[in-house]
């Protein structure tokens, strides 16, 4: 959606850190989301993060967060080749189950 | 629990037809969201239920576009007619106020 911005494409060797970034531009943003989406799948929650956060860290996945300047990554230590999908930043309100979408990074993992 | 289910997985009809998809979602949950993807425009919310009440329905396209949520296990999404530009791949997804548990999608092809 508009209110969530991703890059489109992102290409990553094995065994190398991705960094997808996101940025959105609603202040009121309580919660954000990153999802991974597999070729013909749904989408599966990854991780998320409350806005008084500033990081995350989940095994491989850390998110950060920089409430300031409304940007969001997620970075996936030792990326492997099943790591490859499309990854969408979401948002929401704490009051509003409502989600926002970003258009989705496609990563794509290199041998 | 299975997640959430929707029916068909893929749907072919021809432009004119009416095609009714189905939805199941977690036992438990009381919000229910549909999607549509494309290539296009992304993930756009089309309208969620909220304790079986149609809480927002501002995504709908226009009125070729209904959604019902009879009880709490059970929604479907209408389009009549249908029309090529409909094609796209629809998904439904449930809540129970914190995560969306998204289900498999149908793909629809509208020729």
């Known amino acids: 959606g508009e209110d969530v911005e991703q890059s489109l494409f992102l290409s990553v060797r094995e065994g190398d850190s991705s960094v997808i970034n996101c940025t959105y531009t609603?202040?009121?943003?309580?919660?954000l989301y990153w999802y991974k989406q597999e070729p013909g799948a749904g989408l599966q929650l990854l991780t998320y993060i409350f806005s008084n956060m500033d990081m995350k860290q989940d095994q491989r996945l850390t998110v950060l967060l920089n409430k300031k300047d409304k940007h969001l990554s997620l970075r996936i230590a030792d990326t492997q080749t099943g790591d490859s999908a499309i990854y969408f930043c979401a948002e929401s309100r704490s009051n509003d189950y409502k989600l926002s979408f970003g258009a989705g990074t496609t990563v794509t993992v290199r041998a | 629990d299975a997640g959430v289910i929707q029916s068909p997985r893929h749907e072919v009809t021809e432009m004119g037809q009416e095609v009714t998809l189905r939805c199941k979602p977690i036992?438990?949950?009381?919000?229910l969201f549909w999607y549509r993807q494309t290539m296009m425009r992304g993930l756009e919310l089309l309208i969620y239920f909220n304790n079986n009440v149609p809480i927002d329905d501002s995504g709908m396209p226009e009125d070729r576009f209904s959604a019902k949520m009879p009880n709490a296990s059970f929604s479907t999404l209408k389009i009549q007619p249908s029309e090529p530009r409909d094609s796209a791949v629809y998904f439904c997804a449930s809540s129970d106020g914190d995560e969306q548990f998204f289900g498999p999608g149908t793909r629809l092809t509208v020729l």
């Open positions: 609603d202040s009121s943003s309580t919660y």
């Open positions: 036992s438990g949950h009381n919000s």
